[in-house]
């Protein structure tokens, strides 16, 4: 399995040129969805709240929806599947692979398929997966992983695209984005022919209908689908959405919050394989829907998260996440919505991805904007006191320079005299002094120059 750079690779290393980009695309995007929002609808908040209590609504009664999208898919035809683990997810999916004596997949960008490393797995027992969206298919000619939920390249840019096309021989360097995506799009065509089977996530599952809905900009969901005899559909059990009429908001809000478009420029749905009364579509269905500790989640104090649409407007305006980019996060889910999901997914060791919710300033921005009304910093605030609680150990032992600085705090005599030594700690190599704490600190920091004690100076000045 991949592994992730270390927290602060990207602050360090990344050229200032992409920097910058992550910077600027994160924050296009969230201009232009204020923008769409505001023209599109009189009360784009009031929208938001409504989504959140129906999505709040399906999780609060999601057995009662699984039970009743499971009939619909089943009558419409299709076969509905279990998965409680990213593993029994992989083994489910190479199971109807080898049933058809197929060793080639083409997918749709996927989440879920991320979370349970979907393409590796394949992989490792010989099978191919070519993934079709543009940018997780440079990721995977990069073995690189997303680093945003939306746009999975927004940290590479093109001349680093152009590096990695001509190292896999689509063609001689050439950084013209016209052209990558031409060439991308001839070596495409003929993988969706190649493929014996599809594979896409879900943006949403109607339990009313049992009919899945799949939202893409590039047209490659449609082509997943089309081309292959069988076709898989990978999602969480959270999907669900319990009526056909509740994707007119869910479709809206999501293009609106993810990209600023008002609508996705392919909508497709699907919701049985080919019949006598429906000629097109694959002659098989086949539905995986994943738990991966979503029902425990449910049944708790962070239940909220799983109304999540996957939108990446949390990501866009976090400040956190615009400086730091999403392998920071080291999880396929970056941002906030990561920060807060991915310590409670069962495939993830609690205590490695506990410190996560502490890379938050709390602003509350991924709330403001979250098309699903999300109490993001709520349940970042729930995480912290989570940690604290059942890591106290591990959270003590990794926070003595707090402990002292809550000492200084609460002890005045101690804190005036610290302040009146204070300025000869400029003359000291702090920064070289091998206390680990402080080098971790000062690993990618400038260690600021003490000037402690101006302000006691000027206020008591200001009273006199
Ligand atoms: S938490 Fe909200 S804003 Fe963030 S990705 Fe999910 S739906 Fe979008």
Redesign the pocket.
Known sequence: MKTYQPIDAFARDAEPEVKASVYSTSKAKYDKRLASLSTGFTAPDDLRKLAGQIKQHTIEHLDQYLEQAVTNLENNGAKVHFASTPEDANQTILGIMQSINASRMIKSKSMVSEEIHLNAFLEKHGLESVESDLGEFIVQLDDDMPSH?VTPIIHKNRRQIATTFEKHGLGDYNDDPETITRRARKYLREKYLEAEVGLTGANFLSAESGRVAIVTNEGNARFSISANRTHIVLLGIEKLVPRDKDLALYLNLLAR?ATGQQLTVYTQFLNAPKSADQPDGPEQLHVVFLDNGRSEILGGEFKS?L?????????NVCPVYRQSSGHAYRAVYP???GAVLSPLLKSNSYPDFADLPKASSLCGA?NE????D?P?PELLLRHRNKSKIEHQKKAAAGTPPLGAWAELCSHPTLWKTTLATGKAMNHLPIDKMPIPPIQAWTHSRELPEFRGGKFRKWFKQRKS
């Open positions: 939920i919050s998260i109304r999540c649409i996957r939108c990446g407007a949390c990501l941002g906030p919505v991924c904007v979250c098309p699903v999300i993001l």
